[in-house]
């Protein structure tokens, strides 16, 4: 099928590289003219696991070309993904401006049958919104149908997950368009939910909001393990052995962030407030959040012997977790500038996002490679954020680290390689009946 997709940024690049991988031609269109020109040489701007060799195998195909403008992108589609940001407004609401400028863009060039699909996260309403706007634009409301195709990949992972998705849902009001999208996942195996559209936008909410509160009740029991002198590892490691609850999110740190979960969470409780819900549970995940930056700022004040201001504290990692260069909304960036007002020299070294970083927070100092005790940092420890290491290591208590054989059979089963891609794969689950 003949694909475009609007935004190349980590949804919009890897949903097109991975329909091109699937056997589809896609075009993907940006406004940045410099990424565009660089995607075309095959140079990937951000980094995810297995997504250059992705682009390269399009590219070298020619299933896959990159264009400056969507209009460009979207004129011989026959379904157009729209996969730009939904930053968040002033009053917590997502920001539709990007979604809304597109829809404008391309709506002079729409073929009569061509689907347009809502990628980006977007809030209830979404898809009407982006048919309204179509319409204002000269699109007869029969000529084109929307539909909502929330996206649910990992950064960092984003390409496996794309591949190896839990699940797909569509939300459309008319069912050939919702088979038309479907098709397109043909040789992807997952179940499908075909759903009404404000269903399908309230998932990907729903989802997201579930996961921040995974986190933020993890991190609550934590500070209550350590008021009553409990191991929240062995606590999360006891809790995660039940299947109802698994293993997944159930890390202390320095609180949820990213450029979904803390947006997402506010649009979800603007949403909640303009229908006339007072969300509290949600409200208080946010409150548990914010106060938990807090808490690693005190926790390394208590390291530094109670006084923040002239202290020299290095920071191993940037970003809002392992394996990503996505500095927004870092918890580790917040906790930096914390430290930072409170007068201390932070020294700190990130393998993927240092000059992003210091961009961002400019008084940061360079850490060196080599930490006192003479060992080389590793990657992995590098790349974890500002929490883990400081969290672990401050914690004081005698059973601090559970015997690793313990540990490795707490691992959730390991997934089999796909050579060809090199991406890896998940093992075909069985059905799960619902409970
Ligand atoms: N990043 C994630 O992990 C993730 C996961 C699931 C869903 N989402 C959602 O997907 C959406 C995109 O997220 P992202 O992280 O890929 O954003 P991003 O900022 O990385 O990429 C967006 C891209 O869209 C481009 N763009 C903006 N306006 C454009 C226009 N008029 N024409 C062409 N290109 C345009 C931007 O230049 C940018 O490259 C958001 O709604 C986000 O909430 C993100």
């Not at 003949?2 to 097109?16: D, E, K, Q």
């Not at 008021?227 to 890390?251: C, K, N, T």
């Not at 947006?263 to 007072?278: C, M, N, Q, S, W």
């Not at 672990?392 to 891609?421: H, K, V």
Request: aromatic share 6%; with cysteine; hydrophobic share 40%.
């Amino acid at each position: 099928m003949r694909i475009a997709v609007v935004g190349a940024g980590y949804v919009g690049l890897t949903t097109s590289a991975c329909f091109a991988h699937l056997g589809h031609s896609v075009v993907c269109a940006d406004i940045d003219e410099e990424r565009v020109r660089r995607l075309n040489k095959g140079e990937v701007p951000i980094l995810e696991k297995g997504l250059p060799e992705l682009v390269a195998e399009g590219l070298a195909s020619r299933r896959l070309q990159f264009v400056v403008g969507a209009a460009n992108a979207a004129r011989d589609a026959e379904v157009v993904f729209l996969c730009v940001q939904t930053p968040q407004g002033p009053d917590g609401a997502a920001d539709m401006t990007y979604v809304e400028n597109v829809a404008r863009e391309i709506a002079p060039v729409l073929a009569p049958g061509t689907v347009v699909v809502n990628k980006s996260t977007v809030p209830v309403g979404s898809t009407r919104f982006v048919q309204r706007i179509l319409s204002e634009s000269g699109v007869r409301h029969d000529d084109v149908t929307v539909a909502s195709n929330p996206e649910f990949l990992r950064e960092g992972q984003a390409v496996h997950d794309f591949l190896n998705p839990d699940r797909i849902v569509i939300g459309c009001e008319r069912p050939e368009a919702a088979v038309r999208v479907s098709d397109l996942y043909r040789r992807v195996d997952a179940p499908i939910l075909v759903t009404d559209p404000a269903s399908a936008e309230m998932i990907k909410y729903a989802s997201n909001a579930f996961l921040a509160t995974k986190i933020s009740f993890i991190n609550a029991i934590a500070n209550v393990c350590e008021a009553v002198d409990a191991d929240i590892r062995e606590v999360a490691l006891g809790m995660g052995y039940d299947s109802r609850i698994g293993f997944q999110f159930l890390h202390p740190g320095p609180g949820y962030g990213g450029s979904c979960f803390p947006k997402d969470v506010a649009a979800l409780l603007r949403t909640a407030t303009d229908a006339g819900y007072e969300f509290r549970l949600l409200q208080g995940v946010v409150e548990v959040n914010r106060a938990q930056h807090e808490q690693i700022v005190e926790k390394v004040r208590a390291a530094a012997g109670g006084v923040l201001a002239g202290a020299v504290i290095g920071v191993w990692g940037l970003t809002f977790k392992a394996d990503t260069d996505d500095l927004r909304d870092s918890p580790a960036i917040a906790i930096t500038r914390r430290l930072l007002e409170e007068g201390a020299t932070v020294r700190a070294f990130d393998p993927a996002a240092a000059e992003a970083a210091r961009a961002l927070v400019p008084d940061l100092d360079d850490l060196p490679r080599r930490v006192p005790g003479g060992r080389r940092c590793r990657r992995d420890r590098a790349a974890h954020g500002v929490g883990r290491v400081p969290l672990a290591r401050l914690r004081p208590g005698p059973r601090r680290d559970a015997p690793t054989r313990r540990r490795r059979r707490a691992q959730p089963p390991r997934p089999r390689r796909d050579a060809a891609a090199g991406i890896r794969l998940r093992r075909r689950r069985a059905p799960v009946s619902p409970r």
